[in-house]
């Protein structure tokens, strides 16, 4: 029987294994980016002492920033002839609505590349709406009217003893009076007996006239709005005495019956008795 001795495999002690020296390779170099096929080849038999060679990646482009513009004024006027179509631009690319209508051209296209770059621009240039919708074809609405001023001899809003809304009140408007429409009628009794009322709406637009568009369609000429708001104004005064609108406001609201009472004296001309504790207690020595 043939016996290996441990000598013939090693030492089963070292764990350290010893290494068989590779054999040295040759230097690789690295070409420049844009090298060619060819080029490398070229380069490879001109130095045999360089077993192969790489071609370096081409370095990343950064994306366009404000010092470097994806957009140009050029590019705009090209584009863009007009400022009607350079808004419109402008709004689907970022969103922002621009002013432009009438503004010298080297400002309307600087303004348009500044927006477009990310850059800031004057309020005075950003513009309302949608660029997209011609004005000319839009019914022009009337301006809402102006809320007559509040009277000086009305207390403060913290002087508010009790307060009533109702929505029954007749509208003010012959038409919609005719058709049975209501206001919103809101009325404050102050605790130095002065009553006020203030008609808060509905607020509703009401078309005019009529005339043909360009498309051929029937369209009201204006858009009016029937605004019955009056502002807060005196009902009763201080004093007890009533104004000339007042003392129809009260008899309308008397014909409104409660049980067997009306809404004039159980909601509005309200009268409140302040009692503390001691007046719970003995209401005959309040003069204490």
Request: net charge negative; aromatic share 8%; glycine share 6%.
């Amino acid at each position: 029987m043939n016996k290996t001795t441990p000598a013939s495999e090693g030492n089963i002690w070292d764990d350290v294994s010893k290494e068989t020296p590779k054999k040295k390779s040759k230097a690789e170099v690295t070409l420049p980016a844009g090298t060619t096929k060819e080029q490398a080849r070229d380069f490879l038999e001109a130095n045999p002492d360089h077993d192969s060679v790489s071609v370096a990646r081409p370095a990343a482009v950064a994306a366009p920033t404000i010092n470097s513009p994806e957009y140009d004024t050029e590019g705009l006027m090209t584009d863009f002839p007009t400022a009607t179509d350079l808004e419109r631009f402008v709004f689907d690319e970022t969103g922002v609505v621009l002013s432009l209508k009438g503004r010298a051209n080297s400002l309307k296209y600087q303004t348009a590349m500044a927006v477009l770059n990310g850059e800031p621009v004057d309020p005075k240039y950003i513009g309302s709406g949608n660029p997209y919708l011609d004005r000319a074809d839009l019914v022009p609405e009337e301006p809402m009217k102006a809320l007559p001023p509040r009277d000086p001899e009305i207390p403060a809003r913290t002087e508010v003893q009790n307060e009533f809304f109702t929505a029954f009140v007749p509208h003010s408007d012959p038409e919609y009076h005719a058709r049975g429409v209501k206001m919103h009628c809101t009325f404050r009794k102050y605790k130095n007996g002065c009553i006020t009322y203030e008609v808060l709406g509905p607020i509703e637009p009401k078309p005019y006239g009529e005339k043909i568009d360009k498309f051929g369609r029937m369209r009201p000429e204006i858009i009016k709005w029937t605004d019955p708001r009056t502002g807060e104004q005196i009902v009763q005064r201080e004093d007890g005495t009533m104004t000339p609108i007042g003392r129809r406001l009260k008899a309308m609201m008397q014909t409104l019956k409660y049980n067997d009472s009306n809404q004039w004296l159980k909601y509005i001309d309200r009268d409140f008795v302040s009692l503390d504790q001691r007046a719970a207690q003995n209401p005959w020595d309040l003069a204490k």
